[in-house]
C-alpha cells in the first residue's frame, strides 16, 4: 500500500509503448519512452501525481537537464514541471526523480525533452496502515476500502434479519452488535446463531478482524434472529422481523435491513404478505436490501425469473451475484451460474444492482449447522468460504448504509438509485443479469447532485396511497388497472435527465426494467388468478436462507499487493486517518516538503 502517488509492478518489454489497452506511444505521438503499464494508467486518470524517474541525455549533467525541463514555458500551466515536484536529482545518470501528474508525464514525453519516463518501483515500500484490511480482493473490487480510514463517517445500523450473529466473533463485531432480538418460531433455535448463516452475512456487511475486513466496518449491526438452526423459518417470521424493525427503528438508528432469504412459493405484489411487509419497511425510511437467489441453472445464457418474495418486489434493491474473478478491473465481471435473474411474476425486470458472491470467505459460528453441513468450505476455525446471492446482498446493504452516513435524510428511493446511477457496467454479462452493473462504493459515496437524484421508483410512487394509520402504503390494485391499460405507466421512472450521466444507458434498461410481454405471459390478474393457486398445494408458509448449497469449492481472489497499491492510489487513500470521500487527502513529501493531493480513478 502506497503513501505517494502510484505503484506498478515492472513491465513490459524496454521498446513498446502500446499498453494493451489505450492508445500505444506513437498513436499518442510521444517522443520519449513512457513505460506502457504508466502510461495506460495515465489515460485513465491524467490528473493522478505518479512518483517517476525522468531520464535527459547521458552526454549531458542532470543540472542541464532540469534546467531544460523548468524552462521549457510550452504548453498549459497545468502541462509545465514545478521545481518543488523534484524529489531529488541522481548523479550516476543524467536524471532524477519526481512526482508528477498524468499530464505533465504526456507533455514532456511530446515535446522528447527526456528520454525515458518510467514509474519509480520503490515506492512500495511506503504503505498505509488502514485501521482494518482484507486479504480478499472483492471489497477492493467495489472500492469498500474508502470507508476503511479512521476520517470515515460511522454507519447507521444495518438490521440482519437471518440466523443470528455469533457473539463470540469480538474480533468481526467488537461492541457494534446493538441487540440479538430472537423471533424464530421453528426449533431447535440456539441463542446467538445456531446456524452460522447470519454471522457469515454480517461479517461481509461490517466485519473486521484481520483479513476478513466486511464493506463498512465500522457501521453497527442489529439481529433479528428468525431462521432455526438449519436455516429455516416461516413467512409469518419474517413479517414478525419486519414489524419489530418498523417499531424499534428510531431506538436502534436501523436504517438498512439486509435480507438474504426468501420465501418458496412464487410472490406476486398483489397478493404476497412479504412483499407488502418490505414495502412497508421502504416506505417508512428503511432501506431494504434482498438476495435475487441461487436458484438459476445456466445464468450466463438463460434468464431464470425472480420469483420469490422479497427479492420479486419492486421497491426494494435486489442483488445478484458476481463472479469477480482474478482481477479488480471494472467490466469485466460474470454472472455466477446460479444467481437468479430475470422478470417476476408482475413483470419486473431484476436484480436490479450486481455485487461480488462467489467464493468469498467470512466469519461463522464453529460447530454450527453451517460449518457442520460443509466442513469441506471451512478454512480456518470459525471461518468458511461459501458462495450465494445471500452474501452480495450485504454488500449493497453496507454500501447504502454508508450513503446514509454522510447522508441520512435520504430516501430509500434516493439510495437506491445513487446505487444504480454509480454502479459499473458488466459488458460481458446479458442485459439485466446483474442489473445496471456491479456496485461501486467509492462512486456512490461521492455522489454528489442532491438535486437531481435519480427515482427508479418513480412509476410505482404514483400508485402509493394513504393508510387509515397515516402511513404510506403501496396501492398494488391501482398499479394493476394501469398496468393492464398502459404498457408505458413506468416510463417516468427511466426517461429522467437525471440518469443521463450512469456509466449503464437509460434507455436500454427502460426497455428491459419493465415487460408488458411479461405482465401478459404472467397472467396475474384476478380473472386469471384462480383459487386453486391459493391451495395448500400451491403455497407455503416456509423460507430458506439463501445460500448456493451445491456450489463447490474454489479458488478465494486473493488481492495481491500491487492490486492493493494500485487501488488505494486510485481511491485517493493515502492517510489512514483522512477519507477521500470527504475531503481532498494529502501526502507529505519528506524529500522536499511539499504536499501532493491525489485524485483516484474510482473518485471522480
Given at each position: 500500500?502506497?503513501?505517494?502517488?502510484?505503484?506498478?509492478?515492472?513491465?513490459?518489454?524496454?521498446?513498446?509503448?502500446?499498453?494493451?489497452?489505450?492508445?500505444?506511444?506513437?498513436?499518442?505521438?510521444?517522443?520519449?519512452?513512457?513505460?506502457?503499464?504508466?502510461?495506460?494508467?495515465?489515460?485513465?486518470?491524467?490528473?493522478?501525481?505518479?512518483?517517476?524517474?525522468?531520464?535527459?541525455?547521458?552526454?549531458?549533467?542532470?543540472?542541464?537537464?532540469?534546467?531544460?525541463?523548468?524552462?521549457?514555458?510550452?504548453?498549459?500551466?497545468?502541462?509545465?514541471?514545478?521545481?518543488?515536484?523534484?524529489?531529488?536529482?541522481?548523479?550516476?545518470?543524467?536524471?532524477?526523480?519526481?512526482?508528477?501528474?498524468?499530464?505533465?508525464?504526456?507533455?514532456?514525453?511530446?515535446?522528447?525533452?527526456?528520454?525515458?519516463?518510467?514509474?519509480?518501483?520503490?515506492?512500495?515500500?511506503?504503505?498505509?496502515?488502514?485501521?482494518?484490511?482484507?486479504?480478499?480482493?472483492?471489497?477492493?473490487?467495489?472500492?469498500?476500502?474508502?470507508?476503511?480510514?479512521?476520517?470515515?463517517?460511522?454507519?447507521?445500523?444495518?438490521?440482519?434479519?437471518?440466523?443470528?450473529?455469533?457473539?463470540?466473533?469480538?474480533?468481526?463485531?467488537?461492541?457494534?452488535?446493538?441487540?440479538?432480538?430472537?423471533?424464530?418460531?421453528?426449533?431447535?433455535?440456539?441463542?446467538?446463531?445456531?446456524?452460522?448463516?447470519?454471522?457469515?452475512?454480517?461479517?461481509?456487511?461490517?466485519?473486521?478482524?484481520?483479513?476478513?475486513?466486511?464493506?463498512?466496518?465500522?457501521?453497527?449491526?442489529?439481529?433479528?434472529?428468525?431462521?432455526?438452526?438449519?436455516?429455516?423459518?416461516?413467512?409469518?417470521?419474517?413479517?414478525?422481523?419486519?414489524?419489530?424493525?418498523?417499531?424499534?427503528?428510531?431506538?436502534?438508528?436501523?436504517?438498512?435491513?439486509?435480507?438474504?432469504?426468501?420465501?418458496?412459493?412464487?410472490?406476486?405484489?398483489?397478493?404476497?404478505?412479504?412483499?407488502?411487509?418490505?414495502?412497508?419497511?421502504?416506505?417508512?425510511?428503511?432501506?431494504?436490501?434482498?438476495?435475487?437467489?441461487?436458484?438459476?441453472?445456466d445464468a450466463a445464457n438463460t434468464p431464470s425469473g425472480v420469483s420469490y418474495a422479497p427479492g420479486n418486489d419492486p421497491f426494494v434493491i435486489t442483488v445478484g451475484a458476481a463472479d469477480i474473478g482474478t482481477t479488480i478491473g471494472g467490466g469485466d465481471d460474470a454472472v455466477a451460474p446460479w444467481s437468479a435473474w430475470g422478470y417476476t411474476p408482475d413483470g419486473f425486470m431484476k436484480p436490479d444492482i450486481g455485487a461480488p458472491g462467489r467464493y468469498m470467505v467470512g466469519p461463522v459460528t464453529q460447530g454450527g449447522g453451517l460449518a457442520l453441513e460443509r466442513p469441506d468450505h471451512v478454512i480456518a476455525p470459525g471461518y468458511m468460504q461459501l458462495s450465494g446471492t445471500s452474501f452480495a446482498a450485504p454488500v449493497v446493504a453496507a454500501a447504502a448504509a454508508m450513503i446514509r452516513a454522510k447522508n441520512p435524510n435520504y430516501t430509500p428511493d434516493q439510495v437506491k438509485g445513487i446505487l444504480m446511477a454509480t454502479a459499473t457496467p458488466q459488458i460481458h454479462v446479458k442485459p439485466g443479469a446483474l442489473g445496471v452493473g456491479d456496485v461501486n462504493i467509492a462512486k456512490a459515496r461521492v455522489y454528489s447532485k442532491s438535486s437531481n437524484i435519480p427515482n427508479p421508483n418513480a412509476g410505482l410512487d404514483q400508485y402509493l396511497a394513504t393508510a387509515t394509520d397515516g402511513s404510506r402504503v403501496f396501492d398494488a390494485a391501482a398499479w394493476q388497472s394501469a398496468a393492464l391499460s398502459n404498457a408505458a405507466w413506468n416510463s417516468a421512472a427511466w426517461s429522467s435527465a437525471a440518469w443521463s450521466d450512469a456509466a449503464w444507458s437509460s434507455a436500454a434498461w427502460s426497455s428491459a426494467a419493465w415487460s408488458d410481454a411479461a405482465w401478459a405471459s404472467a397472467a396475474w390478474g384476478s380473472a386469471a388468478w384462480s383459487d386453486a393457486a391459493w391451495s395448500d398445494a400451491a403455497w407455503s408458509d416456509a423460507a430458506w436462507s439463501d445460500g448456493a448449497g451445491t456450489e463447490t469449492d474454489g479458488p478465494t481472489p486473493v488481492a495481491d499487493g500491487t492490486a492493493v497499491d494500485t487501488t488505494e492510489a486510485d481511491l485517493g487513500i493515502v492517510d489512514p486517518n483522512c477519507d477521500p470521500t470527504i475531503s481532498i487527502c494529502s501526502t507529505v513529501d519528506s524529500v522536499v516538503g511539499t504536499t501532493t493531493d491525489l485524485t483516484g480513478t474510482l473518485l471522480p
Open positions: 500500500m502506497v503513501a505517494t502517488a502510484f505503484v506498478m509492478a515492472a513491465a513490459a518489454s524496454a521498446g513498446s509503448l502500446d499498453n494493451g489497452g489505450g492508445q500505444s506511444g506513437k498513436s499518442l505521438g510521444l517522443k520519449s519512452y513512457v513505460q506502457d503499464t504508466l502510461l495506460q494508467a495515465i489515460q485513465q486518470n491524467p490528473k493522478q501525481t505518479f512518483d517517476v524517474i525522468l531520464q535527459g541525455n547521458p552526454k549531458e549533467k542532470t543540472r542541464g537537464f532540469l534546467n531544460k525541463i523548468l524552462g521549457d514555458k510550452s504548453g498549459s500551466t497545468d502541462e509545465q514541471m514545478s521545481a518543488a515536484s523534484v524529489r531529488q536529482q541522481f548523479n550516476s545518470i543524467d536524471g532524477l526523480e519526481a512526482n508528477l501528474s498524468g499530464k505533465v508525464i504526456l507533455h514532456l514525453a511530446k515535446t522528447g525533452v527526456a528520454s525515458s519516463i518510467v514509474p519509480n518501483e520503490s515506492a512500495a515500500g511506503s504503505a498505509v496502515k488502514l485501521p482494518v484490511y482484507s486479504t480478499q480482493l472483492w471489497p477492493w473490487a467495489v472500492g469498500a476500502p474508502v470507508d476503511w480510514t479512521n476520517g470515515s463517517p460511522k454507519a447507521p445500523t444495518i438490521a440482519i434479519v437471518d440466523s443470528g450473529i455469533d457473539p463470540a466473533h469480538t474480533a468481526d463485531f467488537g461492541n457494534r452488535v446493538l441487540g440479538q432480538v430472537q423471533l424464530g418460531s421453528l426449533k431447535p433455535d440456539s441463542p446467538g446463531d445456531g446456524y452460522g448463516h447470519g454471522t457469515f452475512v454480517a461479517g461481509i456487511a461490517a466485519g473486521a478482524a484481520p483479513g476478513y475486513a466486511g464493506a463498512a466496518p465500522k457501521a453497527n449491526l442489529l439481529s433479528v434472529d428468525v431462521m432455526n438452526d438449519e436455516g429455516e423459518t416461516t413467512v409469518g417470521d419474517l413479517i414478525h422481523a419486519a414489524d419489530w424493525i418498523l417499531a424499534n427503528k428510531s431506538t436502534y438508528n436501523i436504517q438498512v435491513a439486509n435480507f438474504s432469504l426468501h420465501a418458496v412459493s412464487r410472490a406476486s405484489v398483489l397478493f404476497d404478505p412479504l412483499d407488502a411487509a418490505v414495502e412497508k419497511l421502504w416506505l417508512n425510511g428503511v432501506v431494504v436490501v434482498a438476495a435475487s437467489g441461487n436458484y438459476a441453472t
